[in-house]
T-cell receptor, first 116, second 111 residues
Framework: EAEVAQSPRYKITEKSQAVAFWCDPISGHATLYWYRQILGQGPELLVQFQDESVVDDSQLPKDRFSAERLKGVDSTLKIQPAELGDSAMYLC???????WGTGELFFGEGSRLTVL | KNEVEQSPQNLTAQEGEFITINCSYSVGISALHWLQQHPGGGIVSLFMLSSGKKKHGRLIATINIQEKHSSLHITASHPRDSAVYICAVPYYGGSQGNLIFGKGTKLSVKP
């Protein structure tokens, strides 16, 4: 069964270091999301891609976070430098078409980041 | 201000019990999503509904658009149902729809 792949599953890093997360959506899915989920909270959108273009990155802390999807397939989310408050689960999701809230989103297993 | 409110936040049940999780929202919506998140973190979509009721196995989801309220029911609960259940609604900010998520209801079913 097709799935959204994410890596690494777990990452422990020290404050001020750089970290990167990778996501490979379901083949053919044009829309890709990165969400951040703090423990005990629901996911919050960081960035949304449609193919290789950023559609919404209004909630992405651009001073330290960056995201790219160069060929419109897989995507990388980077944090540099990491701060203690960045400790969270980073979830990737994809959808087969423009997502107006009425289609199905497919989520990866997430990447859990701990910043020491 | 939370646009999606879930209750209860935590729920412990005995195996076999009937479970209800509630979701209220304040925005106008075209559809509402129920999601399941297991302890490992992965999220699975359970239902998307815009009216009435949907059933899948022991799970039933209902929605009342006028009252802006949805419920997720689990019949004959089992320990494997233990997970966080999240309600989400579309938000049409920016150029496309996105989901606003509730904080989730953590369900623990004891054998």
């Amino acid at each position: 069964e097709a799935e959204v792949a994410q890596s690494p599953r777990y990452k422990i890093t020290e404050k001020s270091q750089a970290v990167a997360f990778w996501c490979d959506p379901i083949s053919g899915h044009a829309t890709l999301y990165w969400y951040r989920q703090i423990l005990g909270q629901g996911p919050e959108l960081l960035v949304q891609f449609q193919d290789e273009s950023v559609v919404d990155d209004s909630q992405l802390p651009k001073d330290r976070f960056s995201a790219e999807r160069l060929k419109g397939v897989d995507s990388t989310l980077k944090i540099q430098p990491a701060e203690l408050g960045d400790s969270a689960m980073y979830l990737c999701a994809s959808s087969s078409r423009l997502f107006w809230g009425t289609g199905e989103l497919f989520f990866g297993e997430g990447s859990r980041l701990t910043v020491l | 201000k939370n646009e999606v409110e879930q209750s209860p936040q935590n729920l412990t049940a005995q195996e076999g019990e009937f479970i209800t999780i509630n979701c209220s929202y304040s925005v106008g919506i075209s559809a509402l999503h129920w999601l399941q998140q297991h302890p490992g973190g992965g999220i699975v979509s359970l239902f998307m509904l815009s009216s009435g009721k949907k059933k899948h196995g022991r799970l039933i989801a209902t929605i009342n658009i006028q009252e802006k309220h949805s419920s997720l029911h689990i019949t004959a609960s089992h320990p494997r149902d233990s997970a966080v259940y999240i309600c989400a609604v579309p938000y049409y900010g920016g150029s496309q729809g996105n989901l606003i998520f509730g904080k989730g209801t953590k369900l623990s079913v004891k054998p």
